[in-house]
C-alpha cells in the first residue's frame, strides 16, 4: 500500500496506526472530528478525494458502551452510517475498506469455553454491539474490498480500562471489578500491526484480531496493579453485583467473548503476542513517559 487514509485518528487506534506507519516510512493521512465527520458522505468523500489514498481504514466509532445505551441515534449514526459511507467511498475510489469492529457483535453466553470463530453466529445484546454489526453489514454490503477486523478490550493512547485502573490505585486501597465478563485484553500495539499486515494480502473477509489469552476483567486489573507494582486490592464482583454498587445501569456485555484469530492464522499472518505480554510493554511504556 502506498498511501493509507485513517479515519478516527486522534483515537487510541488511529495514533499507534499513525505511528508505525511513520515508523514504517509509509505515506498516510489521518483526521478526525471536527474536519472529518465520517457520517457526512458528502464531505468525506471530498476530502478522501483529495487525499488520493489507497487504502481507507476506519477506526472511528462511538465507543462509549454505556453512552451508546442513552444516545442511540448517534451510536447507529456514527457506526453504522458512517461505516456504510467509508465503504461507499472506498468502492467509488475503487480501493479497499478495513471497518475494525468489536466482540461485542456476538452474544457471550453457551459457548462452553470454545472462543468465537468468525464465521460463528453473530447476536450483539448492546446498542453499541448491535451498530457495529450493522456497520460490518454496510460494510460487506457496500465494497467488495472490504476487511472487516474484529478485535476487543483495547488499550493504547487514550482512555482506557488500564488508565482507569492505575488512576484508582493513587487514591483506593481496593478497586471492584467484575469477574464475570471473560475476554482478551488487546494492545494497539499488536492490532496495528495486524491491520498493516493484513491490508495488503488482498484477502478480504472477516477477521478476529486479539492478543492471545484469557481473562476476566478482574484478572486484568490485578494484573495491571501487579505489573506497575500496586498495592491496592482487586475485590472481583457479578456483573449483577457491579450494577448495584454503580448504582447506575450499564450496557448488556457478553459473559464470554474470546475470539480465535482463525483467519489470520490461516493466512499465516497471526502476529498477535500474549496479553500479559503486551501488557508488560504497555506498562513500562507508560512508566517511563
Ligand atoms: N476501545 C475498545 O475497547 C474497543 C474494543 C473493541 C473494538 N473496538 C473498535 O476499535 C476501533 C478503534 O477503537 P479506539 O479504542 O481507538 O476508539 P477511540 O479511542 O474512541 O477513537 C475513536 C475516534 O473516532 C472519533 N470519532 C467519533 N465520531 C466520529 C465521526 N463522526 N467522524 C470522525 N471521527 C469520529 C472519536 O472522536 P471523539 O473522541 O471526539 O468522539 C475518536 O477520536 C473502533 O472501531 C472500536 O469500535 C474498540
Known sequence: MNKFFITGSNGQLGRELSKQLDELGIDYAGYDVPELDI?????????????????????????????CETNEEQAFLVNETGAENMAKIANELDIPVVQVSTDYVFEGENTNGRPYLESDEVNPQSVYGKSKLQGENKVK???????????????????????????LSDNHDEVTV??????????????????????????????????????????????????????????????????????????KRPHYSVLENANLEKLGINSFRNWEDSLTEYIDNLQEV
Open 141 to 167: 454490503e457496500n465494497s467488495d474490498k472490504a476487511y472487516i477486523v474484529r478485535t476487543a478490550w483495547l488499550y493504547g493512547d487514550g482512555h482506557n480500562f488500564v488508565k482507569t485502573m492505575l488512576k
Open 39 to 67: 457520517t457526512n458522505y458528502e464531505s468525506s468523500l471530498q476530502l478522501i478525494k483529495q487525499e488520493n489514498p489507497d487504502i481507507i481504514i476506519n477506526c472511528a466509532a462511538m465507543t462509549n458502551v454505556d453512552g
Open 178 to 251: 467484575v469477574d464475570d465478563q471473560v475476554g482478551s485484553p488487546t494492545s494497539t500495539v499488536d492490532l496495528a500491526k495486524a491491520i498493516i499486515d493484513l491490508s495488503d494480502t488482498g484477502a478480504y473477509g472477516t477477521y478476529h484480531a486479539t492478543c492471545e489469552g484469557v481473562c476476566s476483567w478482574a484478572d486484568f486489573a490485578q494484573e495491571i496493579f501487579n505489573k506497575a507494582g500496586k498495592q491496592t486490592k482487586v475485590v472481583p464482583v457479578t456483573s449483577e453485583q457491579y450494577e448495584q454498587i454503580a448504582g447506575k445501569t450499564v450496557a
